[in-house]
């Protein structure tokens, strides 16, 4: 019989929604919850079963250099998933344990091994460009146990850009071959002319061995333990060895143990305030990444693993006080690769500073601008800025001679190029359509915006940037200064002091009562309360009295929703609760704003912002501040709402639990006078004490108690080691 099909069209009037070019999409939920482990620049991502690619939703795979190097890792037992236990990471993150158990094992219908009689563990941990899997398995039943295991592996060599949903015409040619009775190799030839491997190596050799399987049979007497290993390797000479799962774990949390030696710690009465700082510290940890100019913080897993400028100096401004090291780092590896030439893909001139690199095939052959790219307004006044805080902090003269003709560059830079109309604001256009439209922090392509939603055209000048500039400006006289270049010194405090006043006239909004949140190509103010000017706050460009207005503004409901601050106020136009840019909550934003507070003695403010974002903290998995959160106003008895694609660990929100501190405490490093000040110290109520160790400045440290009595503060020395005064003081 014949049926004859209908089709019934609706017609409706569509929007199309406008993307930007690099948008990462999500397209349904993650089936299993994520772990991720990184080690210099190799990170991998499983699931919370320790498998890859078994389960929908998820960035899974080994990535080093911005190419997958395995998309598959999946056990089962007998042909079924094993049932999931547990998942934890190492308080250290250096290693991720999955315990398993078998589900009812069936075979011609009768069951031959009865649930919960295997416990299966996984323990995975990264190491010089391989993953590194111990499973180990026992019987605890009370007969022998037999079993098959297989574990079923695969690869694609994706970009990470293929893998954040960018399609591509052509790929290269990739293989799969068996090298030994233990040992497979896939291998890509990409569009480059690179070639790409990944080697496995299993141990003991499998039962049987397929290049994209490895199946063992075990009979396992009563209480009998047996294991095995497996080692994925990315780019390694082939036939490579690895090295012992028990050597190279061993040698992993020695070299991780060694590298957060010299900085300060912190203890505090509060358990989970504790934990909060210990999450934050191995994600920290992780994140930094030993580069050829020094360690470097990468800014995120999955999207964001590799060298980006303002993540990293910001970050390196964040830990200034606990790890002047880091800034070290980042200034050098950002000076090395400072721009030298005019390249419009990348929007590169003379004298900027990178926004971020990227090591893979698209980046290689220009299918995206950013093997080097340069689309950033901010980055390069940032690294002025903390080129003199670190000088400040640690006193290095040395490290101010080298990086002075990187500074002055960058300097030129932002009174020429980064100033095309010379009206005296730096400002930003992209040069090419593959770049990113928009060039400061919030970089979505509908973040910068009128007060009646218009899109902002043009030359785009923002408010926050001409604060970068203004101290960074402040922070090059004095390494003028130090220099014996006075005249330098006196002409940068004199553009900024005019720049300052400048601003005060073009961005300055009466009717919001704060600034705007930038000027568009006609010089017409975005009359949109944001957060950015909040970050004015922690430059300094601000007035005294102006300073007070944006707090208030900052504090209240429209912005402050009790987890923290708002990137935009509820009621503009292009408010959303649940954006990237447009109402969300970012933890290093709140921390910036809360330094800005404190430089202007508004402690009250800031215990405020350190409470919510202590309370957003204790409800997110691991303690771990994401990258981003929603920002729905709190309510009684529920937690904060998650963003469902925000970077988790994400350097500068790992690193804002010690920013708020330092706020809090008002923390001053006098280099030349050996001093620490603790400026109008003040601590939130669930803090009643914290203790800094190893506290440093120049060759000397300190160990301090601070204590809270009501809204006062105690101070206690517990130990010296040189030279070094430590005092409070209270100014109004």
């Not at 340069?374 to 640690?394: I, K, M, N």
């Not at 270049?485 to 704060?514: I, P, S, V, Y």
């Not at 402690?603 to 974002?613: D, M, P």
Request: one cysteine or more.
């Amino acid at each position: 019989m014949a049926i004859e099909a209908t089709t019934l069209t609706t017609i409706r009037e569509i929007e199309v929604v406008s993307e930007s070019p690099f948008y990462i999409p999500m397209t349904g939920p993650a089936a299993r919850p994520r772990r991720s482990l990184k080690h210099d620049d190799t990170f991998i991502v499983l699931d919370s079963h320790g498998d890859i690619g078994a389960s929908a939703g998820g960035p899974d795979g080994l990535f080093n250099a911005d190419t997958r190097y395995l998309a598959r890792l999946e056990l089962v037992l007998d042909e079924v998933q094993p049932l999931l236990l547990g998942s934890n990471l190492r308080d250290d993150n250096s290693a991720l344990t999955v315990d398993l158990t078998n589900p009812d094992i069936y075979r011609h219908g009768r069951i031959v091994l009865k649930k919960d009689m295997l416990h299966v563990v996984r323990t995975v941990f990264l190491w010089r460009g391989t993953a590194y899997q111990r499973i180990g398995l026992q019987n605890h039943g009370d007969r022998p146990a037999s079993f098959d295991l297989t574990l079923q592996f695969d690869n694609d060599f994706a970009d990470l850009f293929e893998v954040r949903g960018e399609r591509r015409p052509r790929r290269g040619i990739g293989l799969s071959k068996l090298l030994g009775p233990a040992d497979v190799v896939l291998e890509y030839n990409g569009l480059d002319g690179k070639s790409r491997s990944t080697a496995l190596h299993f141990d003991p050799r499998p039962t049987r061995l397929a290049v994209n399987a490895a199946s063992y049979h075990f009979d396992l007497a009563p209480q009998q333990i047996s294991s095995l290993f497996v080692a994925v390797s990315c780019n390694k000479p082939i036939p490579y060895k690895p090295a012992p799962f028990f050597r190279g774990l061993l040698a992993h949390r020695r070299e991780m143990r060694q590298s957060t030696t010299s900085a300060a710690s912190v203890e505090t009465s509060n358990n989970i305030f504790n934990e909060v700082l210990c999450q934050s510290m191995a994600d920290l940890n992780m994140l930094m990444t030993e580069t050829p100019q020094g360690r470097y913080p990468y800014a995120g897993i999955p999207w964001y693993s590799t060298t980006f400028g303002r993540d990293g100096l910001i970050t390196a401004l964040q830990m200034l006080w606990i790890d002047p090291r880091v800034a070290r780092g980042v200034l050098k590896r950002l000076a090395f690769y400072q721009a030298r030439s005019t390249d419009p893909l990348a929007d590169a001139e003379p004298g900027k500073i990178l926004h971020e690199m990227r090591g893979g095939e698209m980046a290689a052959l220009r299918e995206v601008p950013f093997a080097q790219y340069y689309g950033s307004v901010d980055a390069t006044p940032l690294f002025v800025l903390l080129a003199g805080l670190y000088v400040e902090r640690a006193g290095d003269e040395e490290t101010l001679g080298e990086l002075w003709p990187s500074i002055e560059a960058a300097l030129n830079w932002i009174d020429g190029a980064g100033d095309p109309d010379r009206d005296g604001f730096i400002e930003y256009q992209r040069a090419s359509e593959q770049g990113l439209a928009n060039q400061g922090w919030k970089d979505s392509y509908d973040a910068i915006f009128h007060a009646d939603g218009r899109l902002a055209e043009g030359y785009i000048a923002l408010a926050e940037v001409q604060g970068y500039v203004y101290a960074g400006k402040r922070q090059a006289a004095r390494c003028a200064a130090r220099l014996g270049k006075h005249d330098k010194a006196r002409n940068l405090e004199a553009e900024a002091k005019l720049l300052a006043e400048r601003f005060e006239q073009a961005f300055w909004c009466d009717e919001l009562g704060t600034y705007a949140l930038a000027l568009d190509g006609d010089k017409q103010p975005c009359r949109v309360r944001s957060s950015n000017a909040g970050q004015l706050l922690f430059s300094g460009i601000v007035r005294q009295d102006r300073a007070r207005m944006v707090a208030a503004d900052l504090m209240r409901p429209d912005f402050f929703t009790g987890w923290g601050i708002r990137t935009v106020a509820r009621g503009e136009a292009r408010y959303n609760p649940m954006s990237y840019h447009n109402g969300s909550i970012w933890p290093h934003d709140n921390a910036l704003i809360a330094l800005g507070l404190a430089r202007y003695g508004l402690k009250h403010s800031v215990v405020h912002v350190f409470e919510a974002l202590f309370d957003a903290a204790a409800y997110m998995d691991l303690r771990r501040l994401p990258e981003l959160f929603c920002g729905f106003r709190r309510e009684k008895q529920r937690g904060p709402t998650l963003y469902p694609v925000a970077c988790a660990p994400q350097a500068w929100a790992s690193a804002t639990p010690f920013t708020l501190l330092e706020a809090a405490l008002g923390l001053e490093f006098d280099t030349p006078r050996g001093e620490i000040r603790l400026r109008n110290p003040r601590l939130p109520a669930f803090l009643n004490e914290v203790v800094l160790r190893d506290l440093n400045l120049g060759a000397s440290s300190v160990d301090l108690r601070v204590r809270r009595h009501g809204e006062e503060v105690s101070l206690e020395v517990l130990r010296t080691r040189g030279q070094i005064q430590v005092s409070i003081v209270m100014a109004h």
